[in-house]
């Protein structure tokens, strides 16, 4: 068995409302390997966008270790964390999230503008991605100018151009009508086919079935896996 | 990347469109009052520079009473002045009150002594006559128009002064200004016979309003200024002041400086409330922004990313309203000043300042404002922790 790119060890995550705390995670173990494909599924405020985010670095524990490629990374500042994410980890959300003012080509730099990649090798690999993945007409849209499975694609793009070693999805085809959905679908498991990690949060059953794994969550713990 | 970023804000303020220009619109309006005070201050205090230096001189010492004021009169014999070294002419400008009958009136009236080279050091001393020709000869007299009306005294009749016959040979023309020169007597109630001969009427000790002193070149100021002071105290006058073009044009500036300064601080305020409104932008903003913001994180912004990315913001605004606010202010100025010398009649010696100084300043200002405006805005976007702004609806 290979090595973990993330774990989580004994990771709990308590968020407070004022007096009351609402615990979102209680207790999970979990290790992504590279080129696994995992559906994280679970009914609404089950805590899947909660593991999503802490596997993204986006968030700390309350309690737990989280470990990127075998370094506790819980203690890392938020320059080193932002690092982190913009050359290992690509986000796909539910909104698509796409910056409105910019272009679809525009949008899809934006991670290399934070790494500090020139421009002409950014405006190369940016097309590029959005040309695999069949928006070579639409490069100079903005986000208002597209449907919204193309808006996905251009997300997917976003997320892809770093090259990034795990990919994160929550709920990527909730705002997609089924045929649309699909498509993105078929998309994440040529994703992994090519050896790419996938973590995917879904409610759908549909969406969950191309993962190569499902975790089910309630209220904060894995309670199955197939 | 900075650049990237920039153009980034560049995006988004013309996003914003309408609700850009009104920011905008709002550092405008500061920074042009305030150019325009700062500019035609400064073209004010230039004219007043040269005037003064017209009138007095750099190389010139005013002896006047203390507070120059001209109203007073002070003891001092201006023949003595002339002797002293290093002084290479020197005038006197006295009056005194006489017992005047004409052919149409009499009464007590302020008579002028002229001395031709009071024209050379006191551009209101060059008596332009409305009627008739200037003193020629002793024994005659020239009249000031209301005076000439008192005494029902035209040229070619006689007025007695203090029982002595004079010939009037001129009416003075109506001047607007003036008075200041006259020792704060408008030339409209003068009489004016030569100086000599107002001396054989009043006998007594020479009390001046005040005189005008002109050093030979390279005569060493504070030599003169110390000698003058002597004589002064000689003849045993004890309120006497003495003034050198540089006294008078610090004096002034003063003023002017302080004046502008006030008012430069109330225009200060309008900026100030520009910056509000650019805060009062960039809150609003962040707050709609929110989600990007956490997206912006998700995929790899560091918070110095944001941070930049909204000061940009607000800096750019500042700069737009304070470079067209500049544009603004210094039309502003240069109509102020044309109307300004229309009313006083300055003859177009009056123009408004443009300085390196102004330019780069009231820019670096209104960045400097719109980004410190936008600076608290910024600081709360660059600190929000990215998963609640990814949850923000
Ligand atoms: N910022 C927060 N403050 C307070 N409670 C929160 C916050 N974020 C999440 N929670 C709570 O944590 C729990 C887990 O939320 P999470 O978003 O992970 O669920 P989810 O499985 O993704 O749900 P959904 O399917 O609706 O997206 C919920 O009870 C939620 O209300
Ligand atoms: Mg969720």
Redesign the interface.
Known sequence: MSAALVELQGVTKVYRLGEVEVPALRGVDLAVRPGDFLALMGPSGSGKSTLLHLLGLLDRPTAGRVLWEGADVTRLNGARLAELRGRRIGFVFQMFNLVPNLTALENVELPLVFLGVPWRERRQRARAVLERLGLGDRLRHRPNQLSGGQQQRVALARALVTDPALLLADEPTGNLDSATGREILALLAELNRQGRTIVLATHDPEAAAVAQARLRLRDGRIVEVA | ?LL??LR?SL??I??RGLRSWLTVIGILIGTAAVVALISVGQGLQRTIARRVEQIVGYNTILVTARGLNLGQRIRLDVEALRAIPGVKSAIAVRTETAYVEGPGGKGFLAVLGYDPAMAEFVTEMNLTVASGRALEAPGEVLLGSRTARVLGAEAGDTVRIEGRPFRVVGILQAQRAGGFATGGLSLLDLLVISLSELRQLFPGPELVHYAVVRLADRADMALVRERIRAHLSAVGERNAALTDFEDLTRNIQSVIRGVQAFLAGIAGIALLVGGVGVMNTMYTAVLERT??IG???????????VLLLFLFESGLMGLAGGALGLLTGLGVAWVATLVVSRVFEAQGAFAPALTAGLVFGSLLFAFAVGALSGLFPAIRAAKL???EA?RYE
């Not at chain 2, 997206?295 to 990313?305: E, P, Q, R, Y």
């Open positions: 990347m990237d970023i980034l995006r988004n013309r996003h989600r990007e997206v912006l994180k998700a995929i790899g912004a560091k918070d110095s990313h922790p990215p998963v990814l």
